[in-house]
């Protein structure tokens, strides 16, 4: 159980299950259908002792949110809470006697919130998709702090969602002319040695929320033949949202560490990462 706080939603069964339930809730599924289909996805939660009040907290506040609260669920809300046996949970994980002592209040104020009907039904939410902001292949430049050219080659694109994700590898190009397609062909991934990273591949899904911002500091040079696929729901990367900080700042950092400590002794061709001259592949996976 992956818990930040004692607020009622502060653990990752809370954020997870009550997210999921509105993504169903949005793609127009009833509450019923809903709440079968989580409880029916989730068994190991629900028998896990620790973990199972999460659960059924997270379905009973989006029950609640939507006007369509079970007597049953509200029931057993009810009887958690009143026997203590969330309270019992958290001193047995070796919680503090404070963090005890504020978790009990706010379970008061939960139990009360879901005792009184909510006005209105939250409204479903229309699903906006977005274009990704840059196609497979292409091959980012950038100024470096030093003077000269970096880069980053967009490995996927994922086209028909909300978010618009593009897999995006950031080389060791470091070269005072501007780079074309066959040099970032010919790179290699940036491997990140400086501060607490050890060894962290440079290959990110990039969120676009925030290009704008970063916009004005990216050139696209052409389009390299990236023959490898890559899923993104069989994908184990990170996510990025700020290119200027994740892309941009993590090159000149690695690059200003290097001139005091060795650059890191793994390497990894963009080459061996497409596959350029090998067969093709539905997974990828790099830690």
């Known amino acids: ?19 999921s339930f509105f993504e169903f809730y949005n793609e127009g599924l009833e509450v019923s259908e ?20 999460n659960f059924w907290f997270a379905l009973a506040k989006a029950q609640w949110e939507c006007k369509e609260l079970e007597k049953g669920l509200l029931e057993k809300i009810e ?23 504020k978790r009990k209040i706010l379970l008061e104020k939960f139990l009360k919130k879901l005792q009184t009907k909510k006005p209105k039904a939250r409204k479903r939410k229309k699903k906006i998709i977005r274009k990704p902001v ?21 490995l996927e694109a994922i086209y028909e969602t909300e978010y618009g994700h593009n897999l995006i590898a950031t080389t060791r190009i ?18 990140l040695n400086y ?21 004005n500091l990216i050139e696209n040079i052409g389009k390299a033949d ?6 993104i729901n069989k994908s184990m990367l990170g996510h990025m949202a700020d290119f200027e900080i994740w ?22 061709t963009i080459k061996s990462i497409t596959n350029k001259n090998g067969k093709r592949k539905n997974k990828w996976k790099f830690w």
Not at 134 to 154: M, P, Q, R, S, W
Not at 201 to 215: F, G, M, N, T, V
Request: hydrophobic residues 30%.
């Open 34 to 53: 809903i709440s079968k289909k989580l409880i029916a996805d989730n068994q190991d939660l629900i028998n896990d002792k620790e973990d199972c009040n």
């Open 247 to 268: 892309v941009i700042e993590l090159v000149n950092t690695q690059f200003q560490s290097e001139k005091t400590k060795p650059k890191p002794n793994k390497t990894k």
């Open 79 to 101: 009887q958690i809470i009143i026997s203590n046996s969330d309270i019992e949970n958290w001193k047995q994980l070796g919680s503090s006697e404070k963090d005890i002592e």
């Open 1 to 19: 159980m992956g818990t930040w706080g004692t607020a009622i939603s502060s653990n990752d069964t809370y954020a997870d299950i009550f997210g």
């Open 134 to 154: 840059f196609e497979k292949g292409d091959c980012l430049t950038f100024k470096l702090e030093n003077g000269n050219y970096g880069g980053a080659i967009v």
């Open 174 to 191: 470091n070269q005072e002319t501007k780079p074309i397609v066959k040099d970032f062909e010919n790179s290699e991934l940036l491997i």
């Open 226 to 231: 990236i023959q490898t696929e890559f899923d």
């Open 195 to 215: 501060g607490n990273w050890n060894l962290r591949e440079c290959i990110d899904w990039y969120l676009p929320i925030r290009h704008k911002k970063a916009s």
